[in-house]
């Protein structure tokens, strides 16, 4: 595990499914932390040198956490995470 | 859809946008005030994610003031709206188009703020691209908004107030940084100390990040940056090097550290994206991080009824942010005839006297942050530059060689800033290896072009559902 959650609150949890792999996450947060906090680091590869990326700068500038989650593409560090929602890291586009 | 009319558009919730939005109503004015976020504060003032409770910092307490003087304002407040399209109409009008849990917006008024913020400016180095390297910036709003630190054993490095502040934070979350890795000496900071204490209670925070860093004994690399990032799906290794005054690697001394993450920037970069695309007369300021607008003490810009304010006409820093704003909703007020001239002038001096002080204070920060000349030269041959391009700075030279002297024309040579971000974390940084290489000042290659749509947003939200038997299809023409 990378990033370490500072806050033990009382969050409600969600599942969401990384890969077909059931995981569980504070509701509401975004899902490139929750991902982050979960060893998720890689979120993709670089589409000329398929080098690998994660998210970087947070807040909705560098699109590197853009991947596609209940089939549409979005920046991960702008939606927070809700029950049920679906992320796919192997074979993305 | 016919557009939402209003007196004043504000885009940009964070302090100098809120703060004009909220004067200028508080006079009368009616306000649309848009932001991307969920909720108002920007960066520096950035809310915790739903369901986490507000820090007990002095920013938070600020921002959480701001979001309760918003919220009984009257100004009406779009959050979680991009905006992706700001043209000017043939009556000189400002039409803003933006897309959001609202729906897609359009919203006209004669008068438009543009208070976007910055973004920050990371000068590459090998394995930046690796994932578990992340921004400067990106830590605060891990550490303020998320509740989350970003690693076990992380390193902070770069340059600026925010290495203190960061390190700070994440020691109160319970984690010890391994190194700070400061590109400037202690004597650097030494100077810049009678400027600081201008701002004294600034000037104490600073003090007190700098009195918790050395109780929790975190070692700071004055005068080093980082060389290298190992790893292979994520990075594991970072490796410094001492550096003299420019940012130049001096050989010999490389120290290695075995973190989980590293957390580095170098500065920011104004976000003067619509006063670009606008076609506002722009000029570079190296001690402001890059493109403004050139304008007023107001913000007024070259083009009538455009103003720009914050962070994203130009570095300045809160303080001055918050005095910007108010003076910009002061001088809408008397524009558009809500504020006669002897309350207006009585408003706006103290204003003019909290914006000299500020001055001060942000060029001492903005010398800090600015980009150094040794930096850019240190970049390797190998290093991507452009993120999403995978462009190097080898390729950029080569471009440079083949006859790019601009960044547009490097831009059509190398694919640098056509990807997602627009150049928006690569541009400063490009533009100045390419100036290098070409052996001109900065401002002679300029900048990208600005162009809609200003964030990506997908065609399918933009146009929503529709049949086709909706559409109405004229008569073809007769043969």
């Known amino acids: 595990m990378t990033g370490k959650r500072k806050i033990t609150d009382h969050r409600v949890s969600v599942t969401i499914t990384v890969d077909d792999v059931p995981l569980s996450v504070p509701r509401g947060e975004p899902l490139a932390t929750a991902l982050w906090c979960e060893g998720h680091l890689c979120l993709r590869h670089s589409p000329n040198a398929g080098a690998p990326r994660g998210a970087f700068c947070f807040m909705g500038v560098c699109q590197e956490c853009s991947i596609e989650v209940d089939g549409h593409l979005v920046q991960t560090c702008l939606t927070p995470a809700q029950e049920g929602m679906t992320v796919r890291l192997k074979g993305a586009p | ?479």
Not at chain 2, 65 to 84: E, F, I, K, P
Not at chain 2, 169 to 188: E, F, N
Not at chain 2, 300 to 314: E, K, P, W
Not at chain 2, 364 to 373: E, P, T, V, Y
Request: aromatic share 4%.
């Open chain 2, 1 to 479: 859809m016919a557009p939402t009319l209003t007196d004043l558009i504000v885009v940009g919730a964070g302090p100098a946008g809120a703060n004009a939005a909220i004067t200028a109503c508080a006079h009368g004015v009616d306000v649309h005030l848009f932001d991307e976020a969920p909720k108002a504060g920007g960066q520096v003032w950035r809310a915790p994610v739903d369901d986490l409770p507000e820090g007990n910092t002095p920013e938070a307490h600020e921002g959480s003031a701001l979001r309760d003087c918003l919220a009984v304002s009257g100004v009406t407040v779009h959050n979680g709206q991009r905006v992706w399209s700001t043209l000017i109409k043939s009556d000189g009008e400002f039409q803003v188009d933006s897309l959001g849990p609202e729906g897609p917006m359009t919203v006209q008024a004669p008068r438009l703020v543009a208070a976007t913020g910055a973004y920050e400016r990371i000068v590459p180095f090998k394995g930046w691209t690796l994932p578990g390297v992340m921004g400067l910036a990106a830590a605060t709003v891990l550490l303020k908004s998320h509740g989350v630190v970003p690693g076990e054993r992380p390193v902070i490095a770069g340059a600026g107030p925010l290495l203190l502040a960061v390190a700070a934070g994440m020691l109160d979350a319970g984690v010890k940084p391994l190194a700070i890795i400061d590109l400037d000496s202690r004597v650097d900071w030494l100077m810049r100390l009678p400027a600081l204490l201008t701002r004294p209670n600034l000037a104490a925070r600073g003090a007190g990040w700098v009195a918790r860093v050395r109780k929790a004994g975190v070692p700071i690399l004055h005068r080093h940056a980082v060389r290298a990032v190992d790893g292979h799906d994520q990075m594991t290794r970072v490796t410094v090097s001492p550096v003299d005054a420019s940012g130049a690697f001096i050989e010999g001394n490389d120290k290695h550290f075995d973190a989980d993450a590293l957390v580095v920037g170098h500065g920011l970069t104004p976000g003067g994206d619509i006063p670009r695309l606008l076609g506002a007369r722009m000029q570079h300021d190296a001690l402001r991080g890059g493109y403004v607008p050139q304008m007023d003490v107001f913000g007024r810009t070259s083009i009538n009824g455009l103003f720009a304010i914050g962070d994203g006409a130009g570095i300045r820093g809160v303080d001055a942010a918050v005095t910007a704003g108010q003076a910009c909703g002061l001088v809408v007020a008397h524009e558009a005839d809500r504020l006669d001239t002897i309350r207006f002038e009585r408003e706006v001096a103290p204003l003019r006297k909290a914006c000299n002080r500020q001055n001060r204070f942000s060029d001492a920060i903005g010398g800090a942050m600015a980009l150094r000349s040794g930096q850019v030269a240190s970049v390797p041959k190998s290093a991507i530059v452009c993120r999403c391009e995978d462009v190097t700075r080898g390729e950029i030279e080569a471009a440079g060689d083949a006859g790019a002297s601009d960044v547009n024309q490097l831009k059509h040579f190398t694919r640098t800033g056509m990807g997602p971000c627009q150049g928006r974390m690569c541009g400063e940084v490009a533009a100045s290896l390419l100036a290098q290489h070409l052996g001109v000042e900065r401002h002679a290659v300029g900048s990208f072009t600005a162009r809609p749509p200003l964030r990506p947003v997908a065609m399918g939200e933009l146009t929503g559902s529709f049949s086709y038997d909706d559409i109405p299809i004229p008569e073809p023409a007769p043969l």
